[in-house]
C-alpha cells in the first residue's frame, strides 16, 4: 500500500514540475511559438503549453491568408498575439495579424519620436487626399500635404510607394495622418545645395520646363529652378515664351550666372544653338535669291528675317524700280517676300538684299528672251527669202540670158541682208 502511495506522490511531483516547466498564458499576451504545422485554413504552433496554439486563416493579414504554405514552414518561429487560452475545444486561439499591427503601431510611435521618415504605399483618392498604408496600418495624406506642386487628379498616384513623415498620430483613434510634401522638400534642399557646391558659368545642364510666364520660362535643373529670359530663347525675335517651348519639354540650356545665397540662376537656351551670323558666310551667298519676312519698317528701307537671328536690309532704292516714297507704301510687317543678296558682312552683321533687283533680272531675262525669239524668226525668214530666190532663178526658161539670172539671185540676196540688218537693230 505505501508503494503505491509513494509513487502516485511521485506522479503527482512529476506532473507538478512538468507544469512548473510550461509558460502560462493569458488572453491579451504576446509570445513567441514555433510552427508544428501549416495548411491552407490555419498554422498550428507550439506555445510550451500544455495545449497547442491554432491561428485560423482569418488571424492573417490578406496578403498572408492568401497562401500560408508559401509563407510558413514547420520549425519557423512566430510571433502570436493570445485571443483565448482555451477556444473550447481545449486549444489556444492565436492571432497573427493582431501582433503585427501592435507592432507596426511600436514602429510608427518611434518614427514620430526621431521624426524619421517611413515608407507607404498609396491606395485610393478620397474626398480631401489620399489614404496610404504602412504596412497594414490605415494612414490619410491630404492633398496639399501629397506634392510640392499643385496636381489636379490624385489618381496618378494610386499604387506607387512613397516616403512620408507622421503629422499627427492617435493609437486609440487608429489615427495617423502623413506628409509627403515634407519629405520632397526636404530632398529638393538636398538636391539644390549639392548643386549649387557644383555648378559653374558656362556649364551646359539638362533640365526639364516648369513654368511658362510673360517674361521668360522657369526649367528645373535638377532640384533648383533657373530662369530662361524671353531675350536668352532664341537668336531671332520671340513674341512670346511659349512660341519657343511648352511645360515638360525636355531642354539643354547654358548656364550664364547664378547666385547660391539667393538661389537664382540665369539660363541660356539660344547659347546652346549655333549663333546666326557665324554660320552666315557658309549657308548664303551674293547672288542667292531667298525668301523672308518683312520684321521692320523704317524711313530708309525695310529690314526682312532670313531665319531667326538673321536680319537683311532692302534700302528703299532697292524695293522696286519705280520710285517708292515710303517702305510702308508698298510693304507690311509680316508679309513674305523675295530677296536676292547683294553683299554679306558676317564680321559687321550686315547683308544687303534687293528686291528690284529680283525685277530687273527679270525684265532682262525676258528681254533676252524676246530678242533670241526675234533672232531665231529673222534667220527663219532669210532661209525662206534666199530660197525663194533659188527657187525663181530655177524657174527660169533654160534659153534667159545669163545676166538676167544673175540680177535676179543678187537683187534677192540684197533684200535678205536688208531684213537682216533691220532684225540686229531691233534686237539692239
Known sequence: ????????????????????SMVRLHSGDIVKGHVIDVTPNEVIVNLGYKSDGIIPREEFTPELAADLPAH??????????????????????????????????????????????????????????????????????????????????????????????ILEMDRRRSKVILSRKAVLQEEKEIKKKELLETLQKGQVVDGQVKQITNFGAFVDIGGIDGLIHISELSWGRVKHPSDVLSIGEQVKVEVLDFEESSERISLSLKSTQPEPWKVAGEKYEIGQIIEGE????????????????????????????EHVAKPSDVLQKGQKVMVKILDINTEDQRMSLSMSAIEKDKKEEEEKQEAAAAEEAIQEDQQVTIGDALGHVEN??????????????EEKTAEAEEAGEEAEEVKE
Open 72 to 165: 510558413f514552414n514547420t520549425g519557423d518561429e512566430i510571433e502570436v498575439f493570445v485571443q483565448q487560452v482555451d477556444d473550447g475545444e481545449g486549444n489556444v486561439l492565436l492571432s497573427k495579424k493582431k501582433v503585427d499591427a501592435m507592432n507596426e503601431w511600436v514602429e510608427l510611435n518611434e518614427a514620430q519620436e526621431n521624426d524619421n521618415m517611413i515608407t507607404v504605399t498609396l491606395k485610393e483618392v478620397v474626398r480631401g487626399g489620399m489614404i496610404a498604408y504602412y504596412k497594414n496600418v490605415k494612414c490619410f495624406i491630404p492633398a496639399s500635404q501629397l506634392s510640392d506642386r499643385y496636381v489636379d487628379d490624385l489618381s496618378v498616384f494610386v499604387g506607387e510607394t512613397v516616403n512620408a513623415r
Open 396 to 409: 527660169q526658161e533654160t534659153d534667159s540670158p545669163k545676166e538676167i539670172t544673175e540680177m535676179k539671185v
Open 1 to 20: 500500500m505505501s508503494n503505491n502511495n509513494d509513487q502516485s506522490n511521485e506522479m503527482n511531483e512529476m506532473m507538478e514540475e512538468i507544469e512548473k
Open 294 to 321: 518683312v520684321v521692320r519698317l523704317v524711313d530708309f528701307g525695310a529690314f526682312i528675317e532670313i531665319e531667326p537671328g538673321l536680319d537683311g536690309l532692302v534700302h528703299i532704292s532697292q524695293i522696286s524700280e
